[in-house]
């Protein structure tokens, strides 16, 4: 079967692209950057990659592409708090516009549900979209689901970054809101067995797993599963804002994504039409069966991917015209040293740096930063790494983002998502001149104004030491 995948580089995307490949189907991926998608892995043999910025229309000459299934995957949650409302259904309708001129048979669009009188802003755009996309002509599916818990999943990690840090919490009213939460492993099932069948055509599915749990529940569940003792007090004094930046402070999570899942979390998220898993014979997992799958991954360190693969800058699109570092207007900070030994084994430091790793040299520098970055706004650096060891281009980093990771040609790039007064690149690269092989390491910083050529000359004696000292620590 031909499908077209949307929301590709995303959470449910990347793990839904790699169960399409492995039953064998040929697979379309509509990406707004093809430098996000590696179609030269083994893995993705079958994958034919098309770029199109669903903002936009779709160019007419996408309207020749031959596909029997479309999956929309895209959401904007965690690029701002409101206005994502506009760019969903822009997307959707752009989307069903460019469907209707195709041979496709069937949609299938991942939404929230949505039982409740009241939603909240997140959950009654998932209901406009649903709208939009009943105007292409198609069969459209609808598959409902609340929290989705898997290793990589926004709420899970959170989930997961509370229980872990904090031995007793003091939280908001809305952890006693019932929801359903559903295993990643269940939503793939569902998706992939509605895939032209006719008993789901023209149908809306709630979809969860096999128990309704508050979030206070979840919480102490996760605990239970980890083995750690911990305590929740409930308290009413707590509001939304606060609740939004308590979240965002102790948790990996954005700000913008804090926001609107506090915001519906307050809406109670649980399932009516669960047809479905008669429908198609789907098990449910329990809460606890999924936490547990969850952590296997990590622990194995086999996480597929993350919420944090979403790039987190309000125009996405322009990331990675940001591959060539520019030469003119810029301040750097330029070093290289020998490498004595095998260059292979520097080049796996360079790519293990962040996350647990750390960065090799006064990691208490970086942590200051990464504190002093949400303090005003921005990621920080709990988002971590997927994989201790592999990096992709699209991957997050702590504040950087991955924009080249080649192994062959034995260079990093990353560019700064952090809050700064310009634009920042870190690369670094292994080149052999004469019988030596030399690590190359270069920091560029391009400043807005005036603030930004002071940022880098206050910051410039810091700068001194933590990046001779890192490079000395990787190449040695």
């Known amino acids: 079967m031909k499908v077209l995948l949307t929301g590709s580089t995303g959470y449910i995307g ?5 169960n399409l490949l492995e039953q064998g189907h040929e697979v379309i991926c509509l990406v707004r950057n093809l430098e996000r998608l590696d179609t030269g892995e083994d893995s993705m043999e079958g994958v034919q990659g098309i770029e199109a910025d669903l903002l936009d229309p779709v160019p007419e000459s996408l309207y020749s592409l031959e596909f029997d299934v479309a999956f929309y995957l895209i959401h904007s949650m965690s690029t701002s708090i409101g206005a994502f409302m506009n760019e969903e259904a822009r997307s959707a309708a752009n989307f069903a516009h460019f469907i209707k001129q195709t041979n496709c ?6 939404s929230g549900i949505s039982n409740s009188e009241k939603l909240s802003r997140h959950l009654q755009s998932r209901r406009n979209v649903e709208d939009v996309l009943r105007n292409s002509g198609k069969h459209l599916t609808i598959l409902r689901a609340g929290i989705i818990v898997g290793s990589g999943s926004a709420s899970f990690e959170i989930i997961r970054d509370l229980m872990e840090k904090m031995p007793w919490i003091i939280a908001p009213l809305w952890v006693k809101t019932l929801c359903q939460p559903v295993a990643i492993t269940n939503v793939i099932l569902y998706l992939t067995g509605c895939m032209l069948n006719p008993e789901t055509f023209d149908q809306v599915f709630d979809i969860g797993g096999a128990e309704i749990l508050s979030y206070k529940n979840m919480l102490l569940q996760y605990a239970e599963v980890r083995g750690l003792k911990r305590k929740i007090w409930v308290v009413p004094f707590i509001n939304p804002r606060i609740s939004s930046y308590w979240l965002y402070f102790v948790t990996s999570t954005s700000y913008y994504l804090a926001v609107n899942l506090v915001n519906s979390m307050k809406v109670e998220v649980v399932c009516k039409d669960t047809r479905l898993k008669d429908i198609l014979g789907v098990t449910p997992l329990t809460y606890k069966e999924a936490c547990r799958r969850a952590l296997e991954r990590i622990n194995l360190d086999t996480v597929q991917s993350s919420w944090t693969d979403a790039v987190s800058m309000k125009n996405p699109g322009q ?10 207007g810029v301040l750097r900070d330029r070093r290289k040293i020998e490498i004595n030994g095998d260059p292979r084994r520097v080049l796996n430091k360079v790519f293990s740096i962040g996350g647990e790793t750390g960065w090799y040299y006064a990691n ?21 790494r997927r994989n201790a060891t592999e990096l992709r281009p699209g991957d997050s980093l702590d504040f950087w983002r991955v924009l080249i990771a080649d192994k062959e040609n034995m260079r990093l790039l990353l560019f700064a998502e952090m809050k700064v007064p310009g634009e920042a690149w870190l690369e670094f690269r292994i080149l052999k001149k004469n019988d030596s092989y030399f690590l190359y390491q270069t920091a560029t910083f391009m400043p807005k104004g005036l603030s930004g050529r002071l940022y880098w000359f206050i910051l410039l004696p810091i700068h001194l030491l933590m990046f001779q000292g890192m490079i000395r620590a990787i190449g040695s």
Do not use: A, N, S
């Open 364 to 384: 208490w520098i970086w942590q200051i930063r990464g504190m002093m970055d949400k303090m005003v706004g921005g990621v920080g650096l709990r988002r971590g």
């Open 105 to 110: 048979r069937q949609i299938i669009y991942l």
């Open 14 to 18: 990347k793990r839904l692209l790699q």
């Open 319 to 328: 990331l990675f015209q940001r591959l060539d570092v520019p030469g003119y």
